[in-house]
């Protein structure tokens, strides 16, 4: 049960964060195309500079977030009872990595924290997104490894279906270190962390609810010493049943994320305004038009 909550835990930050940057670049981008650059974090449009908790607030969460995750991380690496979590030596190590990818994403937050809010670290955006794409590619290498040592079927496909999606990410974030004013690039970012939100609470039905497990495989009662995995499916076809349905799933995700782009891009698009997104239009004189000023001129002369 307590796994499961984290994984609850889990998705509603990365729904939140990933929707958040997704609202946020698309209202930037529809008021000023012309001036548009991506942006590692974007403060609260209500909030003003005085009130430094609400201009701060989505990185105050977002530390928060990242504290309690590399917190159950340590514990989960520590915890003697292998029904449960389980304390093999191969599952202990693939916890430690993982926390040590939380505590790169929490180190380089309070790096962007200290950057904009004092003048202790001023670091380029740039530079946070490359930084960012290098942890994001580590998640990636973490994410593969604990997929290819997995004894759970359903738990190594999980595991090699998130890695796709950090490697995802830390592609877009390379992107954006080069070519900061690419929109696509950053609002897909963002559709990327929302995406990650998805999986992460799909992982835990699939993994830990009875009624979102696969025909053909269940969670094991007893799990003897050196197995990590407590879901199991019993024959071949079985797995490669759950495997298929896995990856529907996933494509149901990906379908659900775009639906989700354009409905929030029009409902911004209508929130902003679709006159912002070329500015304002005036008629340039023309040689032509100068010409039958003058002719107007002269004829209302001649009338006189």
Sequence with gaps: MATLIY???????????????????????????????????????????????????????????????????LLVSSDADPLLKGRTPVHRFTSLQAAAVLFCFLILSIALLLSDATSLLPLPPDLFFAVASAIFFLQYSVSSSSAAVQT??????????????????????LV?????RLFVVDASLG??????????????LSLYVDAFIPEG?????????????????????????????????????????????????????????????FGSYEAL???ASDSNHIQMKAMTGTQA
Excluded at 38 to 51: D, I, Q, V
Excluded at 191 to 204: P, R
């Design 285 to 287: 004189p023309t040689a």
């Design 152 to 173: 759970s079927d359903l738990q190594a496909k999980c595991d090699s279906v998130a890695a796709r999606i950090s490697v995802l990410s830390s592609a877009l974030c």
């Design 176 to 180: 954006l270190a080069f070519q900061p």
């Design 7 to 73: 994984h609850i835990f889990s998705s509603s930050a990365l729904l939140s964060l990933g929707l958040y940057h997704l609202v946020c670049t698309t209202r930037n981008h529809l008021k000023s195309p012309r001036e548009y650059v991506a942006k590692p974090y974007h403060p609260l449009p209500f909030s003003s500079s005085s009130n430094r908790l609400l201009k701060y607030l989505q990185l105050y969460l977002l530390i928060l977030c990242l504290f309690i995750a590399l917190v159950h991380q």
């Design 217 to 277: 495989c269940h969670k094991l009662l007893d799990v003897v010493s050196g197995v990590e995995g407590s879901t199991k499916c019993d024959l071949e076809d079985s797995k490669l049943r759950a495997v298929a349905i896995l990856d529907l799933v996933f494509v149901l995700h990906v379908l659900l994320v775009l639906l989700i782009f354009m409905v929030v891009y029009a409902a911004v698009a209508r929130t902003v305004g679709t006159r912002n997104r």
């Design 191 to 204: 559709a990327s962390i929302f995406l990650q939100g998805l999986w992460a609470l799909q992982t835990g």
